[in-house]
C-alpha cells in the first residue's frame, strides 16, 4: 500500500479482516486482496513477526535527541485538542523507535519500537518507506492489539534534507468505512510545526562542522559536496561536472563509510572516487568528538584519469542491478551500508528480483578483482557446508589452509538441516564472515531455518519485485537488450509496448522480463522500435485492468486536483506529491 491510502469501505474491510485471518492460519487467500498489503504480512512473517505480541506495558521515557527536543512543545501547544481520550499523537525516529507521545496513552495497544521487522506492517514504516504520508487501518495490521485502531503517519524532515529525519502518527478508534483517517491533515500540520522547530533550533553541532567545511571549501573555489547520511549539499562547481547518477553513487560511497546509521563509522584513510575519465572526487570524514559524522567530497578534474574505477561501498556501482526507483535505490543503498561492516548479510526477495547479482557485485569489491565462491543449496549436495568453512575462516586445519574467500550462499530455504544447524554454529562461533545469504520466502521454514533467519535479521534487506517498481523497466530493457548486429541500431521500445509491459504483474521479476526481451530480440525480423503487437501472446491479450476502487479513485483526485494547483507543471506535481515524475507520467497515462 502505498503513501496516501484511503480507509475502504465495509466490504473490502470485511474482505481484508478475512484474508487476515487466513494469512495467519496458512490458508489461500481470497481474490481482490491487494498485492501490497500481501507483501507486508508475508514481509512480517519473514521477520517472525507475532500476531500475538502483546503490550509494551510502561511506555518508554522520551528521548532526548533533536526530534524528541523539537517535538516535545509542539506535543505541549497541542494538548488541549488531543485530551479528548480519542486522539494520541506519536513520533518516532528514523528507525521507527517512539521518542514522543502525546494524547491520552492507550495501555492496551503500546509499542515502543514501531518497525516492521518487530511489530509487522503499520503506517510510520510505511511513511519511512514510501517518504509521505500514509495510513493503516485496524485488519491491515497483523497484531492482534491493533485490530481496532486506525493511524495515519507523516514523515519529519529536517530542513533542506531528502531523507525522513522520524515520522508523526496520529492514532484512534477504527475509523468508520468511507473516507481517509480524519486526523491526515492534523498530523501533516503536526509534522510541519517539528519541522519548523527543528529548523528554529538550527543544526546540531556536528551538522554545523559539516556545514562550516563545506563553506570552507566552497568559498576556496573547489567544487565539494557534503554528506551526513540523511541528506547532502552540492555546490555549483560540483553539479557542473558530475552526472546526478555520479552524485548518488557517491553519496552511497559516503553513507557506507559512516556507518549502517549514518550519524558515527571508522574512515580508514581517504578513499579517491573516479567519475569519468577526466574527473576524480576525494572523499575526506568530518569528525566529532572522535566519531566520523559527515564526509566531504572534493571534486578534482583528473585528465590522466589516474584514480580508480567508481565505486558505490563495497561493490562496483557499474555492477550493481540497475534502477532508478525510490524503492529500488533505498534497498540497494541499505545493501551497501549494511555489507560495509564485514558481517554476514541476508538478501531476502521473490525469485527473480536480483537478489544473486547484488550479492556478488558486493562481495566482488570496488575493484571487482575479487572472485566470490558461489554455492547454490539448491542443487549442493548435504553436507556442502563443511567443505565450505576453509574458504570463510581459512582455518583449514592441518596442512595449508586455503585463503579466506567471500562466499555467496544462494537459496538458503533449500539447505538441509545439518547445512542449516552447521551454518548456524559457525555463525554464533564467527559472527563477522564474509557471506551473503539469498533467500527466497514462500516455502515452509523449519525451527533450524527460523533460527538462522532470525540471526541474520537484523542484517537483512527485502529487495522489492518489479511490479512495485515499473518505472525501472525503460532502464532494465535497455540494459537487458542484447548487444545488436554490427551496423543495426540497438533494441527500443515503443510507448504503447512499454505500457503493455507495465500491466504485467511480473512473478518472475527481472528473470522473465530478461526471457521476454531475448524472445522478442529472437523473432525480429523488422527495424525500429519494438511494437506492442510483437510482443508474446500473453503480453499483448492482459485482460483490461479493472475498474478503480476506492483508494485508487481518492489517489486519482488527489493527484488531479495537485495538477491543477500547480497549473499543470508535472515538475512541480511531483514534488508537491512526494513522488517521482516518473511515477506521475505513469499515473497520468493510465487516467488517460
Not at 181 to 199: G, I
Not at 258 to 283: F, I, K, N, Q, S
Not at 469 to 488: K, T, V, Y
Request: positive net charge.
Amino acid at each position: 500500500m502505498s503513501s496516501t491510502d484511503s480507509f475502504r469501505p465495509a466490504p473490502e474491510q470485511a474482505l481484508i479482516r478475512q484474508a487476515r485471518d487466513r494469512f495467519l492460519a496458512g490458508l489461500p487467500l481470497p481474490d481482490g486482496v491487494p498485492e501490497p498489503l500481501v507483501s507486508a504480512w508475508r514481509r512480517a512473517a519473514f521477520f517472525g513477526v507475532p500476531s500475538d505480541l502483546p503490550a509494551a506495558g510502561t511506555p518508554r521515557p522520551a528521548g532526548d535527541g533533536a526530534l524528541a527536543g523539537a517535538a516535545r512543545p509542539v506535543l505541549e501547544r497541542l494538548a488541549g485538542a488531543l485530551d479528548d481520550a480519542e486522539r494520541r499523537v506519536i513520533v518516532a525516529d528514523g528507525r521507527c523507535r517512539v521518542v514522543c507521545r502525546g494524547g491520552t496513552p492507550s495501555p492496551g495497544t503500546l509499542r515502543d519500537d514501531l518497525s516492521e521487522e518487530v511489530v509487522g506492517h503499520n503506517s510510520a514504516a510505511l511513511a519511512l518507506r514510501y517518504g509521505q504520508r500514509s495510513e493503516s487501518h485496524g485488519p491491515e495490521h497483523v497484531l492482534d492489539l491493533w485490530q481496532e485502531v486506525s493511524a495515519v503517519s507523516v514523515p519529519v524532515r529536517r530542513p533542506g534534507g531528502v531523507r525522513a529525519l522520524g515520522t508523526v502518527t496520529l492514532a484512534r478508534g477504527l475509523c468508520a468505512p468511507g473516507g481517509g483517517h480524519p486526523d491526515a491533515a492534523l498530523a501533516e500540520a503536526v509534522a510541519a510545526a517539528v519541522e519548523a522547530e527543528l529548523a528554529a533550533r538550527g543544526p546540531r553541532e556536528p551538522e554545523r562542522r559539516l556545514l562550516d567545511a563545506f563553506a570552507r571549501e566552497r568559498a576556496a573555489g573547489r567544487a565539494v559536496l557534503a554528506f551526513d547520511g540523511r541528506s547532502r549539499l552540492v555546490s555549483e562547481a560540483a553539479a557542473g561536472l558530475l552526472s546526478p547518477e555520479a552524485v548518488a553513487g557517491l553519496e552511497r560511497q559516503a553513507v557506507a563509510l559512516l556507518g549502517a546509521d549514518g550519524t558515527a563509522g571508522r574512515w580508514d584513510g581517504e578513499p579517491v572516487v573516479r567519475w569519468g575519465g577526466a574527473v576524480a572526487a576525494r572523499l575526506l570524514p568530518v569528525r566529532e568528538a572522535g566519531a566520523v559524522t559527515g564526509a566531504l567530497a572534493v571534486v578534482e578534474e583528473d585528465p590522466a584519469g589516474t584514480g580508480p574505477e567508481p565505486g558505490a561501498g563495497a561493490g562496483a556501482a557499474s555492477c550493481l542491478p540497475p534502477g532508478s526507483s525510490a524503492a529500488w535505490r533505498r534497498a540497494v543503498e541499505r545493501a551497501v551500508e549494511l555489507f560495509s561492516c564485514p558481517r554476514p548479510l541476508l538478501l531476502a526477495g521473490e525469485r527473480g528480483t536480483g537478489k544473486t547479482t547484488l550479492g556478488r557485485a558486493l562481495l566482488r569489491g570496488p575493484d571487482g578483482a575479487t572472485e566470490p565462491l558461489t554455492v547454490d543449496a539448491a542443487s549442493a549436495p548435504e553436507g556442502e557446508l563443511a567443505a565450505l568453512r576453509p574458504y570463510l575462516t581459512a582455518d583449514g586445519g592441518a596442512g595449508p589452509a586455503p585463503v579466506a574467500r567471500p562466499v555467496l550462499l544462494r537459496h538458503a530455504e533449500r539447505l538441509g538441516q545439518r547445512d542449516v544447524a552447521a551454518l548456524v554454529a559457525l555463525l554464533d562461533e564467527r559472527p563477522r564472515l564474509p557471506l551473503i545469504v539469498t533467500h527466497t520466502p514462500g516455502t515452509e521454514v523449519g525451527p533450524c531455518l527460523a533460527r538462522l533467519l532470525d540471526t541474520l535479521g537484523a542484517r537483512s534487506v527485502t529487495l522489492p519485485p518489479l511490479r512495485e517498481r515499473p518505472e525501472d523497466l525503460h532502464i532494465l530493457l535497455a540494459r537487458l537488450s542484447p548487444p545488436p548486429p554490427p551496423g543495426r541500431p540497438p533494441l527500443t521500445w515503443t510507448l504503447e509496448a512499454v505500457r503493455a509491459l507495465e500491466a504485467q504483474p511480473w512473478p518472475g521479476n527481472v528473470t522473465e522480463l530478461a526471457a521476454l526481451v531475448r524472445e522478442v530480440a529472437r523473432g525480429r525480423r523488422s527495424g525500429g522500435p519494438v511494437r506492442r503487437d510483437e510482443l508474446p501472446r500473453s503480453v499483448r491479450q492482459r485482460a483490461a485492468p479493472p475498474r478503480p476502487g476506492t483508494i485508487e479513485r481518492a489517489e486519482r483526485e488527489t493527484i488531479l486536483a495537485a495538477l491543477r494547483s500547480h497549473g499543470g507543471n508535472k515538475a512541480r506535481t511531483a514534488a508537491s506529491l512526494g513522488i517521482a515524475r516518473a511515477t506521475l507520467y505513469r499515473k497520468l497515462r493510465g487516467y488517460e
